[in-house]
């Protein structure tokens, strides 16, 4: 899954609108994030398989680290205590962990059974979303636009930064996420150099997030 973490993240925003956005995608992308550094040092592996799924050329056969989820609980808890660390908010502190959960729930949804659930053991889970072309296209867009506009809604761009480059990240993740269904990977190195250009988009998301400011709602009685 691709544009749908990137919907939770754009949608967490309305939940604590003190979190930026740059890190709840740095939350929501954290797994995806760290994968291809360690598929450049060789501690994680990925095959191209056409056909795998419907959906994915890819066959996610070892990655223990980044997506099993005893770790991945780990990471989520880390990930919630430095955030505690460093802003004192226990309930960005929260939701910053559960963004960091949400990947592998995601994950889970959308893979074959290839999801460790422990680094070491035998047991792997997955629904399959991906083995049908249309279910994923409509529960990745679903979750992808109602987060946009969550984010959309309950933010306003303070000056004209704030909205181009705001509406500048939507278009760039809609283009890669039809350029990466376009065809196969030449190679493992090309998929993990591409991958980690993702992380530019944690800055963009710090970027857009100072230029709007959070839409006070009346409280809720
Ligand atoms: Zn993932």
């Given at each position: 899954m691709f544009l749908g973490h990137f919907g939770v993240a754009f949608g967490s925003k309305r939940i604590?609108?003190?979190?930026?956005l740059g890190t709840l995608i740095l939350a929501a992308q954290l797994l995806d994030l760290v994968w291809p550094v360690l598929l450049l040092l060789g501690v994680e592996h990925v095959r191209i398989d056409p056909g795998n799924t419907a959906f994915t050329p890819?066959?996610?056969?070892?990655y223990p680290i980044t997506h099993s989820l005893l770790l991945v609980l780990i990471w989520s808890l880390l990930f919630g205590g430095v955030y505690y660390g460093l802003r004192r908010g226990w309930k960005g502190a929260v939701l910053v962990g559960c963004a960091v959960l949400s990947h592998w729930i995601l994950d889970f949804l959308t893979h074959?059974?290839?999801?460790?659930?422990?680094?070491?053991?035998?047991s792997f889970a997955g629904l399959?979303?991906?083995?049908s072309v249309p279910a994923t296209l409509l529960v990745e867009w679903t979750i992808f636009i109602v987060g946009v506009f969550l984010y959309a809604f309950s933010t306003r761009p303070i000056d004209r930064t704030g909205r181009y480059a705001f509406w500048g990240l939507v278009a760039f993740l809609v283009l890669s996420s039809i350029a990466s269904m376009a065809g196969v990977p030449p190679n493992v190195d090309a998929i993990a150099y591409t991958s980690l250009f993702l992380w530019l988009l944690v800055p963009w998301g710090y970027w857009i997030d100072r230029h709007r400011q959070p839409v006070s709602r009346p409280p809720t009685a």
């Open positions: 604590v609108p003190t979190v930026s890819l066959d996610f056969y070892d074959r059974p290839d999801l460790p659930l422990s680094p070491w053991g035998q399959g979303l991906w083995n």
